[in-house]
């Protein structure tokens, strides 16, 4: 297990998305869709090379409190994220 997992979800509802192989122009398309695909309880874990600042404040306008936006890693050239939908 890595060493950001934490223990508020079990491994079977993380859904990894990374989001360094997804072309620019189509990244937040893409991290909307999974967004939408995600039920209660699960939760779509992101990795990126830079914190998306622009991209998280889209994110609360369009899903306000049904997700939850929580950093499990914050280093240079390796941002790992979890959306937990609520």
């Not at 998305?17 to 999974?34: L, N, S």
């Not at 939760?43 to 306008?61: E, G, K, S, Y």
């Not at 899903?63 to 939908?85: A, M, N």
């Amino acid at each position: 297990m890595s060493s950001y997992a934490q223990h508020h979800v079990t491994p079977l509802a993380i859904y990894a998305f990374d989001a360094r192989g997804v072309a620019k122009r189509f990244r937040h398309a893409a991290i909307f869709g999974a967004l939408d695909a995600l039920e209660s309880g699960e939760t779509m874990r992101f990795v990126n090379d830079h914190d998306p600042i622009p991209l998280l404040h889209q994110l609360q306008a369009r899903y306000g409190d049904k997700v939850r936006i929580e950093y499990r890693q914050r280093e240079p050239g390796e941002i790992v994220i979890d959306f937990v939908h609520n």
